[in-house]
């Protein structure tokens, strides 16, 4: 990692011009290679961002017994946590698409780690609430300017530096609450305290990646710049596809919210496991999410993005309808199986959503990172109330449906085939 940082500072090798590039999609940008120290860089701050964004759902059994919560309330530090992402990362990305901020991503991990500090501390409910939501205020600075210095660095690989990007953060998601199960189960909430080792080497490593970054990402970026950008579609249907991709995020990410929340109650309500054991299956199920998310922009490049949605989230269906009839075992398989396929459609739905308005290049991180957040937030807080009122069985069961709404995929325009691009196979995008 000390040669990844040591190179992001120096200038771009010779198969990267070192002329700034927009954010949008260039030639420029098309031809140069990727920056792949940059890249890891990122992809390794992401994980480490998200490994302590984890922690939060991971210690909601601990949370809930200490301070006697209901699952409302666990649902309610979820929605809070998840809400200030998702109202702040837009607007944070509207701004950062006419003057790019190098150092806020130093800042956003500063933020995380004083929501870490005060949540090892927190006496009362109030305090978790307002800890959560210093987190989330992490992830709105860190996550729409990290994916707009990707797109920079990926040399118009686009699905493949997303994937890159975001497998750290789902890497991290699963190492969260194993190092939790580990680290902070046994110790106790004071515990917590110990991960600010992590968002302070965070900092000085994304500290390196705004030196890189304000030397090759700064070109001027005004209103009439942005706004020159055009996908070639007119104004309806850029906006229909856009609550489409919506509709498919909340698909993707309410189920997903219902299964990193609650998953650890289900496995030790159904099947009497402890806590340790629900954590190693919780964690078994962010890996399989990670190794998704990394597969699903490489394709996405390859054959298609509206390809990759139409598999990753209708093709999930039959996995989550078998889920809730499942034995110990199989439920840990299926699991598997859906966080891998599920996860694939991020990359290509943020990139096909950036393809859709270029130039607009962190306000689409932002806007679909923060839905990603918000509905997530959303989600796992109405399961909850309905975990109150049935079971958390009866969830499971209930949510295995929201794949369905993967059919909406077939109203989306062929992005590659208007363009007469490569890739535009059948259902591609």
């Not at 750290?168 to 909430?189: D, E, F, K, S, T």
Request: charged content about 10%; glycine content about 12%; proline content about 6%.
């Amino acid at each position: 990692m000390q040669k990844a940082v040591a190179a992001i500072a120096d200038p771009l090798p010779a198969t990267a011009p070192a002329a700034a590039v927009p954010a949008a999609a260039s030639p420029a940008a098309a031809s140069s290679g990727a920056v792949f120290p940059v890249l890891i860089a990122l992809s390794f701050c992401h994980m480490l961002n998200d490994m302590m964004q984890s922690l939060i759902p991971a210690l909601y059994p601990m949370l809930k017994q200490s301070f006697n919560l209901d699952f409302s309330q666990v649902g309610l530090i979820t929605l809070t946590f998840q809400l200030t992402a998702s109202l702040l990362q837009p607007m944070v990305g509207m701004y950062t698409d006419r003057r790019a901020q190098p150092f806020s991503l130093s800042v956003g991990m500063g933020f995380t780690l004083v929501g870490l500090m005060l949540l090892s501390h927190a006496h009362s409910f109030p305090m978790l609430l307002f800890s959560a939501g210093m987190v989330g205020v992490g992830s709105s600075v860190f996550h729409p300017e990290s994916s707009r210095v990707a797109r920079l660095a990926s040399g118009g690989r686009y699905g493949l530096a997303q994937s890159l990007f975001q497998v750290g953060g789902n890497a991290g998601g699963a190492i969260g609450p194993l190092l939790a199960a580990i680290i902070v189960l046994p110790r106790g909430q004071g515990a917590i305290a110990w991960f600010s080792g992590a968002a302070l080497l965070g900092m000085f490593v994304l500290f390196q990646v705004g030196i890189w970054y304000r030397g090759h990402g700064m070109a001027p970026r005004g209103k009439r710049a942005v706004a020159a950008a055009s996908s070639g579609l007119g104004r309806g249907r850029v906006a229909f596809a856009i609550v489409v991709l919506v509709a498919l995020i909340f698909s993707k990410n309410v189920y997903t919210a219902a299964l990193s929340s609650y998953y650890t109650f289900y496995l030790i309500d159904r099947f009497h496991v402890s806590v340790q054991s629900a954590q190693i299956l919780l964690f078994v199920f962010m890996g399989s999410v990670a190794v998704g998310t990394l597969v699903g922009g490489p394709f996405g490049d390859r054959i298609g993005r509206k390809t990759v949605m139409w598999i990753s989230i209708l093709g999930v269906l039959p996995f989550t309808l078998a889920l809730p009839y499942a034995n110990l075992f199989w439920t840990g398989a299926l699991t598997v199986v859906i966080g891998m396929v599920m996860a694939s459609a991020f990359p290509a739905i943020l990139v096909y959503a950036q393809e859709l308005l270029p130039g607009r290049v962190g306000m689409v991180a932002g806007l679909f990172f923060g839905f990603a957040f918000g509905l997530g937030g959303l989600g796992a807080a109405a399961m909850g109330r309905l975990a109150d009122h049935t079971s958390i069985e009866f969830v499971f069961k209930a949510s295995s449906f929201l794949p369905l709404i993967g059919l909406a995929t077939a109203l989306l325009p062929n992005l590659d085939r208007l363009r007469g691009t490569p890739g535009g196979a059948p259902g591609g995008g």
